[in-house]
């Protein structure tokens, strides 16, 4: 699996969009970009993925660039309840037996 | 979406037991669970993968003697701590996943070996 890089730390005020980059420029063609959070002792929360095309779903949006080297994850209106770790990872596509590779994440603090 | 349990969520134990963990997908059958070690302020580490019916597959550095891993149904996996030690007190969590679908994560065990 592609290596990713985030920042480790960023935050954000409560109402506004929380933009987090990841950098992915070795993906390959086939390897699909996820993105997971976890909450203070919590297990991982799956958000959204895509392959190359932008996506939305109730939780946020994925931008990822033209070249597929990096991408943003989106929360809109950002929470406390936000407040987490949040994982990027790339991977094949999804089938029985794929495990994820967990990378240092970014921190996000929501600040009231 | 899908939901995984973990059970017991916490347990404390004395050196040189052994303690075990379950993991239950709730309304999927899943193909395939993982079984991840998260220490304090570090990312998750996979330990195993184990697929229904057959052997898990541990991570180079795990000690398949000592994480005994099980997976007799298609909604339940256990990891078996056996002769814990004050060092391997840590979160262990579980994921489970069906064929072609994403991977959903239990909500974790703390272990405290004392």
């Known amino acids: 699996d592609a290596k990713t890089t985030q920042p480790p730390s960023m935050d954000c005020a409560e109402g506004r969009a929380a933009n987090l980059p990841c950098n992915h420029s070795?993906?390959?063609?086939?390897?699909?970009v996820y993105w997971y959070r976890q909450i203070h002792s919590q297990g991982p929360q799956y958000i959204i993925h895509?392959?190359?095309n932008n996506e939305t779903n109730e939780m946020a949006s994925l931008i990822i660039t033209e070249d597929r080297k990096s991408s943003t994850l989106i929360l809109p209106h950002a929470t406390l309840r936000d407040t987490a770790v949040y994982y990027c990872i790339v991977r094949v596509a999804q089938s029985s037996g794929d495990k994820l590779t967990f990378g240092t994440g970014t921190r996000l603090a929501v600040r009231p | 979406g899908a939901v995984v349990s973990q059970h017991p969520s916490r347990v404390i134990c004395k050196s040189g037991t052994s303690v075990k963990i379950e993991c239950r997908s709730l309304?999927?059958?899943?193909?395939?669970m993982f079984w991840y070690r998260q220490f304090p302020k570090q990312s998750l580490m996979l330990m195993a993968t184990?697929?229904?019916?057959?052997?898990?597959?541990?991570e180079q550095g795990v000690e398949k003697d000592k994480f005994l891993i099980n997976h007799a149904s298609l909604t339940l996996s256990t990891l078996t701590v056996t002769s814990a030690h004050p060092e391997d007190s840590s979160f262990y969590i579980c994921s489970a996943t069906a064929r072609g679908n994403e991977q959903y994560f239990g909500p974790g065990t703390r272990l405290t070996v004392t």
């Open positions: 070795t993906i390959s063609g086939n390897e699909y």
């Open positions: 184990s697929n229904e019916g057959s052997k898990a597959t541990y």
């Open positions: 309304d999927f059958q899943a193909t395939t």
């Open positions: 895509g392959l190359k």
